[in-house]
């Protein structure tokens, strides 16, 4: 089973690797989808993969990488693009 979602993660995200480390993260868990910046200054994160890590992913998120100051992560369940690896966008 797939489990797929869409989070938008708020703080100092951009400008801190959070695009990058994302991505590194959804690799070493096997997760596909992608991050990308958005105009007012949050990360989108699409994920697919299997729940447990799904989970994990969107655990990470809470702090994302060192240089990061999370404040708030928004996640809501979507259906499955097909996308076969993680993208930064």
């Not at 999370?70 to 966008?89: K, M, N, Q, W, Y």
């Amino acid at each position: 089973m797939v489990d797929c979602h869409k989070c938008y993660v708020s703080g100092r995200v951009q400008g801190v690797f959070f695009r990058a480390s994302a991505r590194e993260e959804a690799q070493r868990l096997g997760v596909s989808g992608y991050a990308k910046n958005l105009h007012d200054g949050r990360v989108e994160v699409l994920m697919c993969g299997e729940p447990d890590a799904t989970a994990a992913f969107r655990a990470w998120l809470k702090n994302g990488p060192p240089q990061a100051v999370v404040t708030e992560v928004e996640c809501e369940a979507v259906s499955d693009p097909g996308l076969s690896h993680f993208d930064i966008r």
